[in-house]
């Protein structure tokens, strides 16, 4: 008996830690999901259905905020060094794909704008990043 | 001893099986991160050439979709979802209400071998971005494969 129960006992392993860890973890992307997107928080305009905008490999976020200023992925950017920030960014991309998060108060000037600086280092796709009516709240 | 063994035996009917919760978590866990970078969705379309010659590209075939101020008054985030009913844009040279054009837009381009299923568009500078989008996605739910791509403006 004395021997026996000692060995049962170690043979169990202890998971409790294991899973309030996990746990915790899991809540913590849960919470930080939203914001680990990179840019400044911008309010997407609502459509009923966008199309999937590829996996994130290439990717190259140009955000324009509220107030129209311009960020490239998590950076702002004064609009004179957008060109030469944007080429840096693509840099040794072998597929890179631009694609704009515009805020919804804007007006498609401060868009198209964009776009056209976008187009003068090169590129003529962009991708104009929606947010699915009703994703969110529900 | 008598005690001990009676300890073990209700510890053991105490006891939950957390080994299926703990998978369940770790998988939840591994879905979340690795679909969190991945969640984007949007609109493909293709810019002006800002250097080209915009009045030679026009050609003849191109379906344009002008959206003025006056005629589509979205200034500011339409409220709600979708587009304010009063809203006219102006395709191939007709004046048609916006709930029209994605019968529209497919009628007109349903003839046309894929590559060529393409919608140009002309956009004034005034109107808001959402409500761009919202009809970009209105015309695009007529025609599965639309292509869209802006015309310089004016």
């Given at each position: 008996?004395?021997?026996?129960?000692?060995?049962?006992m170690?043979?169990a392993?202890n998971?409790?830690?294991?899973?309030d860890v996990?746990?915790?973890?899991?809540i913590?992307?849960?919470?930080m999901?939203p914001q680990m997107?990179?840019?400044p928080?911008?309010?997407l305009p609502?459509?009923t259905?966008p199309?999937s905008?590829?996996?994130?490999?290439?990717?190259?976020?140009v955000s324009i905020?509220?107030?129209g200023?311009l960020?490239?992925?998590?950076?702002?950017?004064?609009?004179e060094?957008?060109?030469e920030?944007?080429?840096a960014a693509?840099?040794?991309e072998?597929n890179p794909k631009i694609?704009?998060?515009g805020d919804?108060?804007?007006?498609?000037?401060?868009?198209?704008?964009?776009m056209?600086?976008?187009?003068?280092t090169?590129?003529?796709?962009v991708?104009l990043i929606?947010k699915r009516?009703?994703?969110?709240?529900k | 001893?008598?005690?001990?063994?009676?300890d073990?035996?209700?510890?053991?009917?105490?006891?939950?099986n957390?080994?299926?919760l703990?998978?369940v978590?770790l998988v939840?866990?591994i879905?979340?991160?690795v679909?969190v970078?991945l969640?984007m969705?949007?609109?493909?379309?293709?810019?002006?050439?800002?250097?080209?010659d915009?009045?030679?590209?026009v050609?003849?075939?191109q379906?344009?979709?002008s959206?003025?101020?006056?005629?589509c008054?979205?200034?500011?985030?339409?409220?709600?979802?979708?587009?304010?009913?009063?809203?006219?844009?102006?395709l191939?040279?007709?004046?048609?209400?916006?709930?029209?054009l994605?019968?529209?837009?497919?009628?007109?381009l349903?003839?046309?071998?894929a590559?060529?299923?393409?919608l140009?568009?002309?956009?004034?500078?005034?109107?808001?971005?959402?409500?761009?989008?919202?009809?970009?996605?209105?015309a695009k739910?007529?025609?599965e494969?639309?292509?869209?791509?802006?015309?310089?403006a004016?």
């Amino acid at each position: 008996m004395r021997l026996g129960e000692p060995a049962r006992m170690q043979a169990a392993i202890n998971i409790t830690p294991l899973v309030d860890v996990v746990l915790v973890l899991l809540i913590i992307f849960m919470v930080m999901a939203p914001q680990m997107r990179k840019g400044p928080d911008v309010n997407l305009p609502n459509t009923t259905k966008p199309n999937s905008q590829g996996d994130e490999r290439g990717r190259i976020l140009v955000s324009i905020d509220e107030a129209g200023g311009l960020w490239i992925n998590d950076q702002p950017v004064a609009a004179e060094h957008f060109d030469e920030t944007l080429r840096a960014a693509v840099g040794a991309e072998t597929n890179p794909k631009i694609v704009i998060r515009g805020d919804a108060k804007l007006n498609f000037r401060e868009v198209r704008e964009v776009m056209v600086a976008i187009e003068q280092t090169g590129f003529r796709g962009v991708g104009l990043i929606a947010k699915r009516a009703g994703a969110e709240g529900k | 001893m008598q005690f001990n063994s009676n300890d073990s035996g209700s510890s053991l009917q105490s006891e939950i099986n957390i080994t299926p919760l703990v998978d369940v978590v770790l998988v939840l866990l591994i879905i979340f991160m690795v679909v969190v970078p991945l969640l984007m969705e949007g609109y493909d379309v293709d810019i002006p050439r800002a250097s080209a010659d915009t009045s030679a590209q026009v050609a003849e075939s191109q379906l344009i979709l002008s959206i003025g101020a006056a005629a589509c008054p979205i200034l500011t985030p339409p409220a709600g979802e979708g587009i304010p009913k009063d809203c006219q844009v102006t395709l191939a040279d007709q004046k048609i209400p916006v709930a029209e054009l994605p019968t529209r837009v497919a009628e007109i381009l349903v003839r046309r071998p894929a590559e060529q299923r393409a919608l140009f568009l002309a956009v004034d500078d005034r109107l808001n971005y959402e409500g761009v989008l919202r009809i970009i996605d209105l015309a695009k739910s007529g025609v599965e494969d639309l292509k869209i791509e802006f015309v310089a403006a004016n």
